[in-house]
């Protein structure tokens, strides 16, 4: 994890809802409007492309990383997003982590790395 992604996951961290989510569920799919972003506390989260003759190899998210984030500049999330162990994840509303962006440009910088 890059040291600017673990500063942004350290204060979004502090703004979320821990949540328990169980292997299996989908957190989201590529296409739909954004919610928030998930920060993995505990557990794996795979980041996939559903879409043909699709190039994007699946990526798995890890304890102290960002699933979603792009989703909040763009308004639709860009991937789906599964659970594959059961995991403890801080879930932060897009507005929260909207206002959070526009506060700090430290954190805004962070993000678009």
Known sequence: MAPETSELSRELIKLATRV??????????CGETVTGVYIVQRG???MS?????????DRDVGPGEIAG?????TG???LSAEVTEDAELGFVPADSVSGALECSPNLCFAAMR
């Open 76 to 78: 639709t999330y860009s």
């Open 44 to 46: 794996m989260v795979r």
């Open 69 to 73: 984030l792009p989703a909040t500049l």
């Open 49 to 57: 492309l559903e879409a043909p003759n699709c190039e994007f190899a």
């Open 20 to 29: 328990t989510v169980p292997r299996g569920t989908v957190l989201f799919r």
